[in-house]
């Protein structure tokens, strides 16, 4: 069985930075390609970034040039590092593969960008 474990959230003021990390359990996050999903309250989830197996990256538009994500194979982790937060990056954030069939969803790490 695969687990997710999502952590690194926090409260962060307007500008600030905020490193997630997603640790990995039960398989290899190596062979897989991962992303990192956010959903707002009262909004749909969205993929707002990915990483394929061999490190290619991705993003959505409303986070290009501020987030970066990376993996980790020997600690079966993957990161997302965000800089320059806005309010409107307030969510719960989630990792899991950005096609199906996706693992079972971890609890998330709430990220809450306020002053």
């Known amino acids: 069985q695969v687990h997710l474990v999502e952590s690194g959230g926090g409260l962060v003021e307007p500008g600030g930075s905020l490193r997630l990390s997603c640790a990995v359990s039960g398989t290899l996050v190596s062979i897989y390609a991962m992303g990192w999903y956010r959903q707002a309250p009262g909004k749909q989830r969205e993929l707002v970034a990915r990483?394929?197996?061999?490190?290619?990256?991705s993003y959505a538009d409303s986070v290009k040039g501020r987030f970066t994500i990376s993996r980790d194979n020997a600690k079966n982790t993957v990161y997302l590092q965000m800089n320059s937060l806005k309010p409107e990056d307030t969510a719960v954030y989630f990792c899991?593969?950005?096609?199906?069939?996706?693992?079972?969803w971890g609890q998330g790490t709430q990220v809450t960008v306020s002053s």
């Open positions: 899991n593969r950005p096609t199906a069939p996706g693992f079972p």
């Open positions: 990483i394929s197996s061999g490190g290619t990256t």
